[in-house]
């Protein structure tokens, strides 16, 4: 089985189509199928030489034919296939009746059902073969009167009877069935290729599809990819502007305002406020309003919000931002107020640090702001009051570095009045000793003159 499948298989190169390697595949078997038949045959025709020899011939050309294949000139081995068989019934024809005999309808039956063979072994694209095979094999058909005179032969001539007319048409309606059978075939084939193209075709659109698929969902995330980056800039640009900002001025109140401006502009927003935490000694802390973007009034906005109160105290006591998509016509009323005009969007972002909170942040706009814009808000935020707290200890070790020097000078100007008061009371010591000394040689003076007025009043007595 093997030999015979490499048999079928030759001169089926990798170059052909398909559709001619089944072409070719097909005359190889037809020329194998032709040889064994012939070989076959061989041993009933032993008693006639002429029928003998014209096996021996056929099987040979049959063999030749696929030695053709084998040489890669397949179209003209599936012309010869075609027409051998035609040329084989004139040749019979012509030896076997006698000169100017009618033709035999026998033999014409059996050529004309070999007729199909042009169109079994050559693809429709292949019209000019099968027009140029169906043209010999009808002149071989009309050449049978022409060819009878020339080549009868008595000495190897044999008469058809009846019964052989019978045969022979028999013989034509099985040669018939078999060349359609193999035009069916070849159909089937052509079918099944093509539906198998048509499937390969699917399974390649399928494919391209999901390759489609996958090289969208590959695009959206490199686009996702892309606006994260996006995002991931913006905020790190962000961040990195109003970081400068805050700390390039060391007095913060001078950069409040291009602080909330930078951020309603940087935010595409409409409106801003800054409050900072302000606690004094006498009064209780409270939020003071330090700077506003885009107010039409600022006089009329709340400057001191006290905690708890409204929406910018209760983000206070709550230590977390407040969203407001769907704020109310009266909101002025409802917490510090952002002009007259009512916001679509309202974020309220405390101002955090080490879980204290420093102030409040407030931008209002006419479109919401994204997830990643009220984060960058938070994290600005953050930065916002470490600022501001920085500022706070800045100030508050200021002011006692002010307080220790004012204490350093008055002790100064206290220790030089001591020094003075010391220099006055030791002046006042030596002028007290020196009158002491005074005064002891006064008495001394006294003592002496008493002594001696003691003496003379004894003298005396």
Known sequence: MKLVTRIIQIGTFPELSEDIRAKVILANRINLLMMI???????????????????????????????FNALHVHSLSRFLTAILGILMCSYIHAIALPPNAPPSPGVVALSLALLPLAFVLFHFTELRMIMLVLAVDLLLICSYRWLNPVLYDPNYGFPIDAVQHFYLMVVSFFVAAGTQYLQVYGVRQTYRQGQQAVDALKL????????????????????EARQEDEKRNWTATGLARFTELLRKHHYLPDVYDDLISGLVRYLSANQGALFVLTEEEEEEAYLKLVTCFAYERKKHLEQRVIIGQGLVGQAYLEKEPILLKEVPSDYVRIT?????????FLVIVPLKVNGRIEGILEMASFQLLEDYQIKFLEKIGESIASAISNYRVAATTQSLLEQSKEQALELQSNEEAMKLNLEELKATQEEWQRIELAYAQRIQELEQQLVAAKAVSSSEA
């Open 204 to 223: 390649q659109q399928q494919e391209m599809k999901e390759t489609q698929q996958q090289l969208h969902h590959t695009l959206e995330e490199v686009k």
């Open 37 to 67: 038949t012939c070989f076959l045959v061989m041993p009933t025709t032993w008693a006639t030489p002429s029928i003998f020899s014209l096996n021996i011939i056929t099987a040979a050309l049959y063999g030749t034919f696929i030695v």
């Open 336 to 344: 510090s107020g952002l002009g007259k005009s009512t916001p679509r």
